[in-house]
């Protein structure tokens, strides 16, 4: 992202998340644009993440690659005993 190229947001945030980042701000030295900027792209690619691994798991699932659902309960049963199964492939 180029610092020259930017865009002005507003947005209405509750009172007590705004003093958490004025906070924070404090604390770490920097502007509260800054701690907004930093906090939204985390945010967006963590989102951007996410959707990947839908996608990712939707066409495993178009390709049959599942694991029934019986055999998942029996192994997570399993976890509190003393012989834990293996986990199901």
């Known amino acids: 992202m180029a610092q020259t190229d930017t865009k002005v947001f507003t ?27 930093q906090a939204l792209a985390a945010w967006i ?6 959707s990947r691994l839908t996608h990712e798991a939707l066409a495993d699932v178009d390709a049959g ?8 309960q029996a192994w997570a049963d399993s976890l509190s005993t003393a012989e834990p199964l293996p986990v199901p492939r």
């Open 45 to 50: 690619d963590q989102e951007d993440e996410r």
């Open 65 to 72: 690659h599942v694991i029934d659902h019986q055999a998942v």
């Open 11 to 37: 947005a209405h945030v509750p009172l007590a998340l705004a003093d958490k980042v004025d906070r924070l701000a404090v604390r770490l030295d920097r502007s509260r644009g800054w701690i907004v900027k």
